[in-house]
């Protein structure tokens, strides 16, 4: 059973996707993309947050709820209540 997340529920959320750009080279620094997706949390079941957004609706992964925190004041987060980062590979940002 997973966590229960019925406290998310309607809350400002945003999604931060972050693609790590692995280079041969390991004297250079780590080059990363970042991209944001803001909405409003939808909760199913108690267990599964999906953030609905003007495309459409994105269904977070369940590998990445424990990293769902307050926002800290990032600029980047905007009003969001709460924010969640995921890690991606094989896709563009």
Sequence with gaps: MGMN????????????????????DTEKPVNYQVRCLHGQANI????????EHEGGRFTVPASCYTRIMPNDGTKM?????????????????
């Design 5 to 24: 997340l019925d406290q998310y529920e309607g809350k400002k959320f945003c999604v931060v996707f972050v693609k790590v750009n692995e280079e041969e």
């Design 44 to 51: 199913e079941q108690s267990r599964i947050l999906h953030l």
């Design 77 to 93: 987060l905007r009003d969001a209540e709460f924010f969640v980062m995921c890690k991606v590979e094989g896709m563009e940002l």
